[in-house]
Nanobody, 121 residues
Framework: QVQLVESGGGLVQPGGSLKLSCAASGRFFSINTMGWYRQAPGKQRELVAAITSLGRTNYADSVKGRFTISREYAKNMVYLQMNSVKPEDTAVYYC???????????????WGQGTQVTVSS
């Protein structure tokens, strides 16, 4: 059973920093892209940042220059360093992995349970 488990969410003041972590566990063959999405109340889930197996990154325009995504490939982990946070960054943040459960299988989307990030003074 593949699991993605996020940690690191919480309450942070505007202008502050927070680091989210996500670990993929269980039995699987390989992971392609890992990323972070977020969903604010009343809004659709949106891509925040993603990083491929080759280290290529992609960011939403709203977080460019403030957030940094990184991976520890050997540990199957992905991180999101959030700096200069704003109230509009408040959302539930979800970890996502494009993952092949076994050799020869298709890559499928897996999701974590989400972690709340609240930016408020």
């Amino acid at each position: 059973q593949v699991q993605l488990v996020e940690s690191g969410g919480g309450l942070v003041q505007p202008g502050g920093s927070l680091k989210l972590s996500c670990a993929a566990s269980g039995r699987f063959f390989s992971i392609n892209t890992m990323g972070w999405y977020r969903q604010a109340p009343g809004k659709q889930r949106e891509l925040v940042a993603a990083i491929t197996s080759l280290g290529r990154t992609n960011y939403a325009d709203s977080v460019k220059g403030r957030f940094t995504i990184s991976r520890e490939y050997a540990k199957n982990m992905v991180y999101l360093q959030m700096n200069s946070v704003k109230p509009e960054d408040t959302a539930v943040y979800y970890c996502n992995a494009d993952l092949a459960p076994s050799l020869g299988s298709s890559y499928l989307d897996y999701w974590g349970q989400g972690t709340q990030v609240t930016v408020s003074s």
